[in-house]
């Protein structure tokens, strides 16, 4: 049997999980009620139908429109309607505008997905693609994985701030960690390398792999569970500003925060809003949807600090992980050598380097594939509707 070239096989590899993640999308969509894909508590969360949309339009926009012949948009409104942030692309709807629209309706949007598949499939069966395509089609995969994973933070927050607290689903979606110890792995002094390595996929601000010189530390096994986190809480961790950098003090007392986001104290008991519905806190699962400020002052309450994100990526062989996006103690910086790449794409990443803190590892929510050891996510301090928790360092 006659076998394809190497990139040939790459490319029909990758229509082929692009054909599964894009179902796996509509699937998280699933168990959802037309009014559930339209609403917008607030700016940071997007109507489920906008990340419908978005990443549709990201497969049309750089996979189709500039290389398959004759391609027609299908409709020239949904430039403005499904772009996020990319000014190289043209004007956008503002972000907390995104659930005003009401049109086009959740229908249109799933023909509009049928439409983009039917043609990214017809480009990738029929034509000879080049490194270059193939990378980008790659991009787009990894892109709606992350998608994927904000869906599942905003139907949360979606569904959590109902006043019903309404199910998701009565199915356990997303599997829990249960932390039944935090034992200390020790690292000794010394040079360490940092960085992406090989020719797998990676984003470009886990490129520029270098050398970094660490002092010796000793990191939990585990993340913090609830358990723990309780007891701060019943130490009087939300009223003591010596745990708490000035602006988190400033962010508890102008938001009157006492706990994790979806906690809630209920007849004497505390409750969790999960994709289940409201339960019962059990104290042995990783603590989760904490801001840096929360991880912060929990660390100084306790006497020891976050890692920074070499400290974390060193660790990541010997400790347990992929449960939470753990807060580290680093600001999201160029790694040395980076650089944006020309057009739209090098807004990808390079733009937000400035006012977000280093979140490492992976969670419940992160789709199977899209995680590694190097993988830098990045969030400003305050935010905590992503599923971030935490590991202490001393």
Not at 77 to 89: D, G, K, P, Q
Not at 94 to 102: A, E, F, K, Q, V
Not at 126 to 133: Q, R
């Amino acid at each position: 049997m006659r076998t394809l070239p190497k990139e040939k096989n790459r490319g029909q590899g990758l229509l082929e999980t692009y054909k599964l993640v894009r179902k796996g999308t509509e699937t998280i969509c699933s168990p959802l009620q037309i009014e559930d894909y339209v609403v917008q508590p607030i700016g940071d969360v997007s109507p489920p139908k906008w990340h419908l949309g978005h990443t549709t339009w990201f497969f049309e926009t750089f996979v189709l429109a500039p290389n398959l012949v004759g391609y027609k948009m299908y409709d020239s409104n949904f430039n403005y309607v499904f772009n996020s942030y990319y000014e190289t692309v043209g004007a956008r709807v503002i972000r907390t505008d995104r659930g005003n629209l009401s049109r086009p309706t959740v229908s249109e949007i799933y023909r509009y997905r049928k439409y983009v598949n039917d043609h990214v499939e017809q480009l990738f069966e029929n034509t000879d693609i080049d490194k270059e395509l193939q990378d980008i089609l790659e991009l787009g995969i990894h892109h709606e994985q992350q998608h994927q994973e904000l869906l599942f933070m905003d139907i949360k927050y979606i569904l959590g701030h109902n006043p019903l607290f309404p199910a998701y689903s009565n199915e356990t979606v997303l599997d829990e960690m249960e932390v039944l110890r935090e034992e200390p792995v020790t690292f000794s002094e010394g040079a360490y390398w940092i960085g992406h390595k090989g020719k797998s996929f990676c984003y470009d601000n886990e490129k520029g792999r270098h050398l970094v010189y660490l002092d010796a530390f000793e990191i939990a096994s585990h993340p913090v569970s609830n358990g723990a986190y309780l007891e701060f809480i019943r130490d009087g961790g939300y009223t003591d500003f010596r745990f708490w950098h000035a602006a988190g003090w400033d962010w508890v007392n102008r938001n009157k925060i006492k706990a994790p986001l979806y906690w809630h104290f209920m007849d004497g008991h505390w409750m969790q809003y999960g994709l289940r519905g409201i339960q019962e806190i059990i104290p042995t699962e990783a603590v989760c949807h904490i801001s840096y400020y929360e991880a912060a002052a929990f660390a100084a309450w306790s006497g020891k600090r976050l890692p920074t994100e070499t400290e974390w990526e060193v660790a990541s062989g010997r400790i347990s992980w992929g449960h939470r996006w753990e807060w580290t103690e680093s600001a999201y910086l160029p790694y040395p050598k980076f650089r944006k790449a020309k057009g739209a794409i090098g807004e990808y990443n390079g733009k937000f380097m400035v006012d977000q803190i280093v979140l490492r590892g992976a969670s419940v929510a992160t789709p199977e594939g899209h995680s590694r050891k190097t993988y830098r996510n990045f969030f400003p301090t305050d935010r905590r509707w992503q599923f971030s928790g935490m590991r202490l360092v001393q």
